[in-house]
């Protein structure tokens, strides 16, 4: 069994990966700042407090310690890849970098997306700098390296619209909402669970040294059909207009990178080369599932849902777009 270390291990795709390692009999160490999280961990994981952007913290935290495997949930931008490499070459046996499937090229020119297909997207600052964290990993020496690009992956906490639990609460009060586009273009949505089936086996495997995965499930949805299953969860009958991703960039820019620069382009993936490594990565938690998982989670406790006043507002004004070119 292994000796993991990762660095976050409270979020979306950390927290399951750390429950699925554990359940496998690895020994699991999660490095962060100690903030609550609505994720609970596994009692045997060992916790250890630090910050990662004061690296004198994380050395103070692990001291002489080594690891077959580091993974690092929160690094975004190539100074923390470089921070990493500063701390982990020669104290680890596989350094894991959790960069994007959003830094594939926008708009793909072919699918299924394989571990091939150009790292290019000029749309979204974000994926840039997945791509400029990659390009100094694969330029480093001394440290075995993995690359993973997750594409949507999510859990009960997580909606995948744009918009988060008001989107729920206006379809149940018979609102309009928004699908950007006509709604036709396919996406992929994983499971975390699924996930961590294919994180954790690639950790302390040689065979995934110096290579790059996707890891996404293969059932991909039409947008509408995204909305139209949250509904059915929620006992809801949606009311859902149409409006361009650019248009709704405009009004709210703060959704345009992730739009323009992702879900507005069908996305579909081979995971070949994942499955060669790990065979036992097939993804089983379909959406209509995962759908009731969220919209339980969220009835579970009133006060996880919030709907945000302001994004009402902008929502309506998305939606007025819709009903005037109508």
Known sequence: MANLLFIGGTGIISAAAVHRATALGHQVTVLNRGRSSS?????QTELLTADVRDPDSVRSALGTREFDAVVDFV???PEHVQTDLDLFTGRTGQYVFISSASAYQKPPVT???TEETPLVNPFWQYSRDKIACEELLRGSSGINWTIIRPSHTYDRTALPTTGGWTIIDRMRRGLPVFVHGDGTSLWTLTHTDDH???L???LANPAAYGEAYHITNEAPLAWNDIYLK???AAAAEPNLVHVASETIAAIHPAWGPGLVGDKAYSMIFDNSKVRTVVPEFAPVID???GARQIIDWYDADESRRVVDPEENAVIDRICAVATSVG
Do not use: I, K, N
Not at 39 to 43: A, G, I, K, N, S
């Open 39 to 43: 994720r609970t961990l596994p009692e």
């Open 75 to 77: 690094a975004f931008v």
């Open 111 to 113: 699918v299924p997306v």
């Open 196 to 198: 961590a089936v294919a």
């Open 200 to 202: 954790v086996g690639l």
């Open 230 to 232: 949250l509904a059915r």
């Open 287 to 289: 959406f209509d599932e």
